[in-house]
């Protein structure tokens, strides 16, 4: 078997590389465990070409990975249903393979130029990066990138922009409508000049208040009042609007006891306490109830033994809590009732 050696030329990256040799890079990005389960479902003489071909991947080069990963990610989405551009999955896998350093340098290869989301690129991206590529650019462009990525991660990336800047980029967002073709080709210049992409141009709804409204329900609270506050400034309405779409920690009270029992599953129990000790007795009975005898008398007791508390260290635990909550319900797992939540019919 030849040894593998790093590629320089874009086209001779996979130039030489059989089959089982591509594979094993693949086992070598998977990690320990995935790759010992798939060398369980291989026969004897599959494992001995296989381990041998790992052997020999140890000094390629990141074109060449960036090479393999691609095409078997082409392959596969012509296979399968399955959603390729699974960006966070991608992501950590490389990410816990090679680390984030040589990972970005993989990712900026391999992440795909044109998707039906115009700037599907950015949920390739960690906030710090998306942060240093927009940070120079208009607010409408920082508006349009992150009202168009995942909600947790846009609240990371508003938390990294200048202070100053974070109330226009939500009054943006919550203004936003349809975006045009001519806006899109602004943001294809900020991708351009890192990714050299091309995206498919145009009408896409991007943004509005429930847009805005789901990024504020993930920053934290102090942020959360100085946003309101300089918006309020600026559009009363506006504000209030943003307020009636966001959802808060009361409103779990709405919401089914079924989702609430998988909710408070998901959360730990010194955070449960602290976010329970600013609850009003009615909301505090629901959640307890969604809970078993003995761990609602845990809780009590925690509460009663923990004393007084800092009310913003309460809303802070709560604002976990309606993260959890936001997170699940846009997964799908759970529904959520009340304001900035599901409608129930």
């Not at 291989?42 to 074109?63: C, K």
């Not at 992150?146 to 943006?172: C, H, N, Y």
């Not at 209030?240 to 129990?269: C, G, K, Y």
């Not at 505090?284 to 260290?313: F, H, Q, Y």
């Amino acid at each position: 078997m030849n040894a593998l050696v790093p590629v320089g030329e874009e086209n001779t990256q996979l130039a030489g590389l059989d089959g089982t040799q591509k594979a094993a890079i693949l086992m070598m990005l998977f990690g320990e465990t995935a790759a010992s389960s798939v060398l369980k479902e291989l026969n004897p003489g599959q494992v001995q070409d296989l381990g041998a071909a790992m052997y020999g991947v140890r000094r390629i080069s990141h074109e060449t990975i960036a090479a393999v990963v691609d095409q078997f990610l082409e392959e596969l989405s012509q296979q399968t249903n399955l959603g390729i551009g699974a960006g966070n999955y991608v992501r950590t896998v490389l990410n816990d393979a090679l680390g984030p350093d040589k990972a970005q340098s993989v990712l900026s290869r391999i992440t795909p130029s044109s998707a039906e989301h115009p700037i599907e690129i950015f949920d390739w991206m960690d906030a710090k990066a998306i942060c240093e590529l927009i940070m120079d650019e208009h607010p409408q462009i920082m508006a349009l990138v992150v009202a168009s990525i995942d909600t947790q991660l846009a609240a990371e990336v508003l938390r990294l922009l200048p202070e100053s800047t974070q109330p226009d980029v939500i009054f943006r967002i919550a203004t936003l409508t349809n975006v045009q073709p001519d806006a899109l080709k602004d943001l294809e210049k900020v991708m351009q000049r890192k990714f050299k992409a091309n995206t498919t141009l145009r009408a896409s709804q991007i943004g509005g208040i429930r847009s805005a409204a789901r990024i504020m329900n993930f920053t934290k609270q102090d942020m959360e009042q100085r946003i309101m506050k300089a918006i309020k400034g600026e559009d009363k309405d506006l504000m209030e609007n943003l307020q009636d779409n966001m959802f808060v920690f009361d409103n779990l009270i709405q919401s089914e006891d079924r989702a609430l029992q998988t909710l408070l599953r998901e959360i730990e129990p010194e955070v449960l306490t602290l976010a329970l000790k600013g609850a009003d007795d009615q909301l505090l009975r629901k959640l307890l109830g969604c809970m078993s005898s003995r761990a609602a008398a845990n809780i009590e007791d925690e509460m009663e033994a923990m004393g007084p508390v800092r009310l913003t260290a309460v809303q802070e635990a709560q604002k976990q809590i309606v993260a959890v909550a936001r997170r699940l319900a846009d997964a799908g797992t759970i529904t959520l009732a009340g304001r900035g939540g599901e409608e129930m019919v």
